[in-house]
């Protein structure tokens, strides 16, 4: 993991699926839940959806607070 990946987290939307348009840091538990399950995709969306599901998984989603405040 680098640092910019918990800016990308607050900034870049998923481009599919049911959750399509919705900012990574903002998909609900059970939808990353069922990517660790089934298999997160290829590349960057991937790495950053699994990247998220350990931060949701954890509880330590409020360290993207700071990231968000700076984007507005």
Avoid: C
């Amino acid at each position: 993991m680098h640092a910019e990946d918990l800016l990308l987290l607050v900034t870049r939307e998923i481009p599919f699926g049911k959750y399509k348009g919705r900012l990574i840091a903002d998909l609900p538990g059970n939808y990353l839940n069922w990517f660790a399950r089934e298999g997160f995709p290829p590349g960057e969306i991937g790495r950053l959806l699994a990247l998220m599901q350990e931060i949701d998984h954890n509880g330590l989603s409020d360290l993207l607070a700071p990231l968000r405040a700076s984007k507005r």
